[in-house]
C-alpha cells in the first residue's frame, strides 16, 4: 500500500469516526448544556418548566428522538434531497465505472467474458448475428476486457480517481 494511500485511509476512517461517533455524542451533551444553561436558566418561566437540568435533558430527548426520526424518514423516504444525494453519489464513484477488484475483477469478469464468446461463436455458426449485432458483442468484448484489466468504461463525473 502506498503512504498516500495509507495517509487518506487513516483520514476517512479519522472522519467517520469523528463525525459520525465523537461529534453525535459531543453535540447533543452541548446542545444541551448552552440551551439550559444560557437560555432557560435566565427566563423565569422556562426555569419554572423545568427546574432542572436532568428533566430538560430528558424531556428534550423524549421529543428529539422521534421529531430526528421523522425528520430522517422525510428525507430518505419523502423527498428528493436523498434521492439527488444518491445521484451525485453515483455519479462520482468510481467504481460505477469499474469492476471492484477481488472475486468480480479475478472470477466473474472472466467468466462473464467467456460466456459471451461462447455464445458469440454458436450463434455466428448458425449466421444468427446481424453485422449490427456481431458489432456490439465486440464492443461488449472490449469493455469486459478493459474492466478485467483495471480500466474504466464510460466517464464518472469527476476525474479525480482515473489515474
Do not use: C
Amino acid at each position: 500500500m502506498q503512504k498516500s494511500n495509507f495517509l487518506f485511509r487513516v483520514w476517512y476512517y479519522f472522519r467517520i469516526g469523528y463525525g459520525t461517533y465523537l461529534t453525535f455524542v459531543l453535540g447533543i451533551v452541548t446542545t444541551l448544556v448552552t440551551v439550559y444553561y444560557l437560555a432557560i436558566n435566565n427566563i423565569p418561566f422556562l426555569q419554572s418548566v423545568f427546574p432542572a437540568f436532568w428533566i430538560f435533558s430528558v424531556i428534550s430527548l423524549i421529543v428529539g428522538i422521534p421529531s430526528a426520526v421523522i425528520l430522517g424518514w422525510f428525507h430518505v423516504k419523502g423527498s428528493a434531497i436523498f434521492k439527488s444525494e444518491q445521484d451525485i453519489t453515483m455519479e462520482a464513484n468510481p467504481y460505477n465505472y469499474k469492476i471492484p477488484p477481488g472475486f468480480w475483477q479475478e472470477a466473474f469478469a472472466p467468466l462473464y467474458l467467456e460466456l459471451l464468446k461462447g455464445m458469440a461463436k454458436m450463434l455466428d455458426k448458425q449466421n444468427l448475428l446481424t453485422n449490427e449485432e456481431q458489432e456490439q458483442i465486440k464492443q461488449l468484448e472490449k469493455k469486459l476486457e478493459t474492466l478485467i484489466q483495471g480500466g474504466y468504461v464510460g466517464t464518472p463525473k469527476t476525474k479525480a480517481d482515473l489515474q
